[in-house]
């Protein structure tokens, strides 16, 4: 008799539970979860700025480099921290835009599954 208590009452809360847990999902999905998302795409980007040096490169960009303060020097330096900024800005743009895909992929993949769900079971056809 205890036993089938025990284990009715189990399998409702494991039910209710589980049920609770998918219908608070699209919630969780929406809030708590797209706040994560877009922490972590902000952390992204930052250290894409961290790992090419850009903002580094930005700052020294008219200071000589190695020492050599004649100006050939500097303009060769210019030239040089010029051509960097330019390459690493273009790869910092293409971090960007892969963060940003990224992030866009997370909202619409809750979208994407439901349509398969429905697609597979037949409520719409293409």
């Not at 790992?51 to 020097?73: A, H, T, V």
């Amino acid at each position: 008799m205890v036993r089938e208590n025990l284990s009715s009452r189990l399998i409702k809360f494991v039910f209710s539970e589980f049920i609770a847990d998918i219908l608070y999902w699209p919630v969780w999905w929406y809030t708590t979860g797209l706040k994560a998302a877009f922490a972590r795409m902000q952390d992204t980007i930052h250290q894409g700025n961290e790992e090419l040096g850009l903002s580094i490169w930005l700052k020294n960009i008219f200071k000589p480099m190695f020492g050599q303060y004649d100006w050939q020097g500097r303009i060769i330096s210019f030239f040089m921290r010029l051509a960097q900024i330019i390459f690493r800005l273009v790869i910092f743009l293409f971090w960007i835009i892969i963060s940003l895909i990224v992030f866009l992929f997370w909202l619409i993949l809750p979208l994407i599954l439901l349509s398969q769900v429905f697609l597979n079971l037949g409520f719409y056809s293409l």
